[in-house]
T-cell receptor, first 113, second 119 residues
Framework: LAKTTQPISMDSYEGQEVNITCSHN???????ITWYQQFPSQGPRFIIQ???TKVTNEVASLFIPADRKSSTLSLPRVSLSDTAVYYC??????????????FGSGTRLLVRP | GAVVSQHPSRVICKSGTSVKIECRSL??????MFWYRQFPKKSLMLMAT?????????EQGVEKDKFLINHASLTLSTLTVTSAHPEDSSFYIC???????????????FGPGTRLTVL
């Protein structure tokens, strides 16, 4: 399983764009990159998933360079309600029984007024 | 789509009793379900993986006789904490991996969690 490294914490202000970068140097060919958001005392919520280049949905964008050794979650115009912990995960073993997710420490994002 | 529920959301019990937590995938079939525990301000720790109709696979260091997992159907998994002690107090979260359909990506969908407090 590819280990992920991301900043422990980040601060931002309302209305700003926030970019959280995650490194996953040992990512394998068939692995996907997934980002989750977690609020206190709640289960993680799926944000976005990608394999390469750029993926965009209604809440975020995910940028993955050609070598796939890192990825960047981009949150446009954050609000106070985006204060949460963000986890970057590499999903391995899609097609076999070894599939599982291992959570790293996550990035604690604080959005200030 | 892709909603996972847990019941109960919060439970308080006396030391020595057993507690059962249910995890259900409400609008999709879950080929695999996972159980995590999370301590305050810490990350999620995977406890076990279960596939419907087969025995759960436990992570290293997790006592399978203490944390009994049953995955009886494609929509239900249960975690039973047997003879609970105060050190078992934690936030337990389940997740389900579904068959990809419209609105269901091939990833894990998480339940809201269960706060267990053992007195």
């Amino acid at each position: 399983l590819a280990k992920t490294t991301q900043p422990i914490s980040m601060d931002s202000y309302e209305g700003q764009e926030v970019n959280i970068t995650c490194s996953h140097n040992n990512i394998a060919t068939n692995d996907y990159i997934t980002w989750y958001q977690q609020f206190p005392s709640q289960g993680p919520r799926f944000i976005i998933q990608g394999y390469k280049t750029k993926v965009t949905n209604e809440v975020a964008s995910l940028f993955i360079p050609a070598d796939r050794k890192s990825s960047t979650l981009s949150l446009p115009r954050v609000s106070l309600s985006d204060t949460a912990v963000y986890y970057c995960l590499v999903e391995s073993g899609w097609m076999d029984s070894s599939y599982k997710l291992i959570f790293g420490s996550g990035t604690r994002l604080l959005v200030r007024p | 789509g892709a909603v996972v529920s847990q019941h109960p959301s919060r439970v308080i019990c006396k030391s020595g009793t057993s507690v059962k937590i249910e995890c259900r995938s409400l609008d999709f079939q879950a080929t695999t379900m996972f159980w995590y525990r999370q301590f305050p301000k810490k990350s999620l720790m995977l406890m076990a993986t279960s596939n419907e109709g087969s025995k759960a696979t436990y992570e290293q260091g997790v006592e399978k006789d203490k944390f009994l997992i049953n995955h009886a159907s494609l929509t239900l998994s249960t975690l039973t904490v047997t003879s609970a002690h105060p050190e078992d107090s934690s936030f337990y979260i389940c997740s389900a991996r579904g068959v990809p359909t419209s609105g269901v990506t091939d990833t894990q969908y998480f339940g809201p969690g269960t706060r267990l407090t053992v007195l």
